[in-house]
T-cell receptor, first 114, second 116 residues
């Protein structure tokens, strides 16, 4: 099965600064790379995703970059704001079907310091 | 569109009792996935169902856990003879296409099960 690791497990940045969270995975067949945001006590919500035919995708202040050769993809948040404080999960998967659903990383606690 | 509906939001059970968690997918969605989230952990895949079919239950514990998605009504995750280690948040997600397309999941608000 897929082995997924996220780094760092906790990230504290000053409001207005940038944050980068990295996700490494083991299954070279993975071709779908989403990031989910989960605020305290709430459901995980998809914030951005990328497919393996694309190296980078941007949506306002958030972006995802993919390095398929090295098997990692990263979430970038620029001009961080207090409402960005949450736990972020990566969940690589593949569109060929198979035994598992998405495999989630253990999450990164992002703390935005005022 | 009410989104993915899960109930109850909170469920307290004594050890040995049964827990029944319900999930109604988004309108038009016929694929349901259940995930479990232990405190301070990521989400672990449990089971993937379509109407009247269990497609993949590779993440389900072998004993005490079962899931169904009948032709009519919500999907049900049942945990028999609950133990303290079953305390977790259980999230349901639905999609309109099967996961081979992986367009991303829409999660429900979750059921937080506490076993006392």
């Amino acid at each position: 099965g897929e082995n997924v690791e996220q780094h760092p497990s906790t990230l504290s940045v000053q409001e207005g600064d940038s944050a980068v969270i990295k996700c490494t995975y083991s299954d070279s067949a993975s071709n779908y790379f989403p990031w989910y945001k989960q605020e305290l006590g709430k459901r995980p919500q998809l914030i951005i995703d990328i497919r393996s035919n694309v190296g980078e995708k941007k949506d306002q202040r958030i972006a995802v970059t993919l390095n398929k050769t090295a098997k990692h993809f990263s979430l970038h948040i620029t001009e961080t704001q207090p409402e960005d404080s949450a736990v972020y999960f990566c969940a690589p998967g593949y569109s060929g079907g198979g035994a598992d659903g998405l495999t989630f990383g253990k999450g990164t606690h992002l703390i935005i310091q005022p | 569109n009410a989104g993915v509906m899960q109930n109850p939001r909170h469920l307290v059970r004594r050890r040995g009792q049964e827990a029944r968690l319900r999930c109604s997918p988004m309108k038009g969605h016929s694929h349901v996935y259940w995930y479990r989230q232990l405190p301070e952990e990521g989400l672990k895949f449990m089971v993937y169902l379509q109407k009247e079919n269990i497609i993949d239950e590779s993440g389900m514990p072998k004993e005490r856990f079962s899931a169904e998605f009948p032709k009519e009504g919500p999907s049900i995750l049942r945990i028999q003879q609950v133990v303290r280690g079953d305390s977790a948040a259980y999230f349901c997600a639905s999609s309109a296409q099967d996961r081979t397309y992986l367009y991303g999941y829409t999660f429900g608000s979750g059921t937080r099960l506490t076993v006392v």
